[in-house]
């Protein structure tokens, strides 16, 4: 099936040449980080975390996501999923290495990593953290390619890869509760000491990975011939909708307990993220603007789908258009609230009480957009191997 990915149209191909310029852009950058050092980061020593592990975390959401579609097909026998399953599970691949890849360019020296496989300490939250997303990994690799080959040869899968299939199941809740976990085992940061971190996590998860499916599933309706089906799309919205709502009052209730309960360390948080905090006579506010947008965006893109969903417009296809807009919507306000005000704002308050805002610099930016556009790339080649497949069953 390989070959498949080596036949495309010029679309495909100058797509193709123009992510990898931008993954040149991001390897010139990492080089010179490595070269000369994190200094070249907006990182230090109050804030030992920054662009790479937010998104780090964001990703690792979305490899989960892919669950959204796996549960309701294989425990379910949802049908309706029957042409996009395989979506999820190529989905993950991606994101698991961009997730990966994140980690690497954060620890500074790549061979770093290899102490956690040589000097394993169980006691330690990253060694699971790397045991649970290798896993997941390796699920995602064998699972989508022996049932794409079934389904190319148009056979049944194997009985033996449903094995693998139900083990992925737990393990997709897993990799984003045990990231959850990461944050909750470090007392200096009282904004991340949540028992509601993990369900924060997931909630989140099972919206923005749906999100990616969907508006893939769009753009494939108009370049690549392929639809997924009305009942199928109508259905993730459904999901979507409930993941984003559940994440939202989760959002609410980090409220209610910081300022009903008073606790400073929360407050300090949520006061730094959505008002600004004023001290020895500097305004920090920084993440305001990111902050509102995404509330915004989150009740913006949930109105709009919710209105699709009561008035039966989501089974029209003038109502694509509509679709992605209140994915797109709700997608970045996830990005915005996980991606970069959770992991940012516990960081900006320091475990004594002062604020250290960070500003990520270009190198940092550059590395990101690399990476991301690796991302794309497999993501890219991958939903191709699956959509020709799918056309050679059909023909």
């Known amino acids: 099936m390989i070959e498949k990915a080596l036949r495309g149209s010029s679309r495909y191909w100058t797509w193709l040449g123009i992510l990898a310029i931008f993954i040149g852009i991001g390897t010139f ?155 909750c085992g470090l007392p200096g940061h009282e904004f991340w000491l949540s028992a509601i971190t993990a369900p924060r996590f997931l909630a989140s998860a099972f919206a923005a990975g749906p999100i990616i499916i969907v508006l893939a599933c769009l753009l494939m309706k108009r370049i690549a011939n392929f639809d997924a089906g009305k009942e199928a799309i109508n259905k993730i919205l459904t999901i979507i909708i409930y993941a984003a709502l559940i994440n939202a009052f989760f959002v609410c209730m980090e409220f209610f307990v910081a300022y009903y309960s008073t606790i400073p360390g929360h407050m300090h948080s949520l006061d730094y993220l959505f008002f600004g905090i004023e001290e020895h006579g500097v305004m920090y506010n920084n993440l305001v603007p990111f902050m509102w947008t995404s509330v915004f965006l989150c009740f913006g893109g949930l109105i709009v789908l919710a209105w699709l969903k009561l ?41 004594f009480d002062t604020v250290v805002e960070y500003y990520p610099t270009v190198n940092e930016i550059g590395i990101t957009i690399g990476i991301w556009a690796v991302g794309i790339f497999m993501v890219t080649v991958l939903y191709k191997l699956a959509v020709d497949v799918e056309h050679e069953v059909e023909e």
């Open 29 to 183: 950058c990492y080089v010179r980080q490595f070269l000369i050092g994190q200094g070249l980061t907006g990182m230090g020593r109050d804030l030992g975390w920054g662009l790479y592990i937010s998104q780090f975390t964001f990703l690792v959401g979305v490899a989960a996501g892919g669950l959204m579609l796996v549960l309701p097909y294989y425990v379910h026998d949802f049908k309706a999923f029957g042409r996009i399953t395989v979506l999820g599970e190529f989905l993950a691949i991606p994101a698991l290495v961009m997730c990966l890849l994140f980690i690497i360019v954060d620890i500074g020296q790549p061979l770093r990593a290899m102490n956690m496989i040589l000097h394993p300490t169980p006691n330690s939250m990253l060694f699971w953290d790397m045991c649970v997303l290798l896993t997941y990994l390796f699920l995602n690799l064998i699972c989508s390619w022996v049932i794409l080959t079934a389904e190319r040869k148009e056979v049944a899968p194997p009985k033996w890869i449903y094995i693998f299939v139900y083990i992925s199941i737990p393990m997709a809740v897993s990799i984003h509760t045990v990231t959850a976990m990461l944050y």
């Open 311 to 351: 008035s039966k417009k989501v089974m029209t296809d003038a109502a694509d258009w509509i679709i992605a807009a209140g994915c797109l919507a709700v997608f970045l306000s996830l990005f915005i609230d996980k991606g970069l005000g959770f992991v940012l704002g516990g960081l900006a308050i320091t475990p």
